[in-house]
């Protein structure tokens, strides 16, 4: 019979890291606060660490790194990339989104992108807790709802497992 997993919006037993963006401050500021008030509303505000970066670019070495230590069931990446006059967005925030993919890809671990990516300071604060609500909260609820899911799966994988062995297969 097909089985179905889906993660769950319950952190009760998860511990999450998160990596913030110091550049656009005004902007990763406010993205820290919605992630702060999901952990918070999630009963992890304690189970969580903050772990601040120069800017969008670093965001996902930093990743690695806390990723790498085994300590959390998730990573929540969180920054602000504005288009200026240069061609300077695109590589930046386009690093910066293959960097996260590639450590969440490599490590196994939910490792999600908080960035906001905007035209202007003004849609990016609509991103930041206005109008559009906050993707720091978004990001949070993401990264329990994959770390819950991922967590399902390998029990689902292992009591497949064992089954196959208790069958002589």
Known sequence: MARTF?????????????????????????LLE???????????????????VPGSFELPLAALRLARTG?????????AVLRGETAHFE??????????ARVSLDTGLPVIFGVVTAETLEQALERSG????????DAVLAAIEMANLLKKIDSGAQGKQRGSQRKGR
């Open 91 to 100: 590589y930046v925030a386009g690093q910066a989104a293959a960097g996260i």
């Open 34 to 52: 919605g992630a702060r008030d999901a952990l918070s509303r999630q009963g992890m505000a304690e189970r969580a660490d903050i772990a601040y």
């Open 130 to 137: 206005g109008r559009l609500g906050n993707k720091g909260y």
């Open 71 to 79: 300590r959390y069931d998730a990573v929540v990446c969180l920054g």
């Open 6 to 30: 889906e993660g769950e919006a319950d952190g009760k037993d998860l511990t999450i890291a998160v990596v913030v963006s110091r550049f656009n401050k005004e902007i990763t500021d406010r």
